[in-house]
T-cell receptor, first 111, second 116 residues
């Protein structure tokens, strides 16, 4: 079946620290991969995506590379800010419109 | 920037009661979705809707659930007789068109439903 496994949280980092949130997936076929972010009180917002192997998605200093050999799509940022505090969801999508989400990883960045 | 909106933000109901969750998708979008997230668990797909009919649904979406687009702007999820296990955050989403799986879905802020 299709599923996403995400690093357990919560994660607490100091400002300017390096961030990695691990995400691995199981999929039948060739999925597109996504990271969504949910800021407090808001909906899920697309952060970045990659639609085929070796693609790198990037946005707002965040990056993730679609690794087919390790079935992974880890989220990274070189220097986090307080404003990055949010819940991050890894997701995949096979043909059709259904998304499969991970459980979400809560990130808190302290000054 | 256009956004998906949902009402109410929170709803408390008694077990066995009917609830209707409302969503206003982005105005030129054609595909509409409902997801739910039980506290501490994954976001789960419920249903997708296109051209006034359900296009996909998960095993969660049983006969207790229904969706409707009653007019040109609203998209609703109805739970006929709520159960305790229906307590969750319900997210609505919309997208413009299918494009080989590359289309972005835009999510609303969610409705937190609590069934007592």
């Amino acid at each position: 079946g299709n599923s996403v496994t995400q690093m357990e949280g919560p994660v607490t980092l100091s400002e300017e620290a390096f961030l990695t949130i691990n995400c691995t997936y199981t999929a039948t076929g060739y999925p597109s991969l996504f990271w969504y972010v949910q800021y407090p009180g808001e909906g899920l917002q697309l952060l970045l995506k990659a639609t085929k192997a070796d693609d790198k998605g990037s946005n707002k200093g965040f990056e993730a590379t679609y690794r087919k050999e390790t079935t992974s799509f880890h989220l990274e940022k070189g220097s986090v800010q307080v404003s990055d505090s949010a819940v991050y969801f890894c997701a995949l999508r096979i043909a059709g419109n259904q998304f499969y989400f991970g459980t979400g990883t809560s990130l808190t960045v302290i000054p | 920037e256009p956004e998906v909106t949902q009402t109410p933000s929170h709803q408390v109901t008694q077990m066995g009661q009917e609830v209707i969750l409302r969503c206003v998708p982005i105005s030129n979008h054609l595909y509409f979705y409902w997801y739910r997230q039980i506290l501490g668990q994954k976001v789960e797909f419920l249903v997708s809707f296109y051209n006034n009919e359900i296009s996909e649904k998960s095993e969660i979406f049983d006969d207790q659930f229904s969706v409707e687009r009653p007019d040109g702007s609203n998209f609703t999820l109805k739970i006929r007789s709520t159960k305790l296990e229906d307590s969750a955050m319900y997210f609505c989403a919309s997208s413009g068109r299918l494009a080989g799986g590359k289309e972005t879905q835009y999510f609303g802020p969610g409705t937190r439903l609590l069934v007592l």
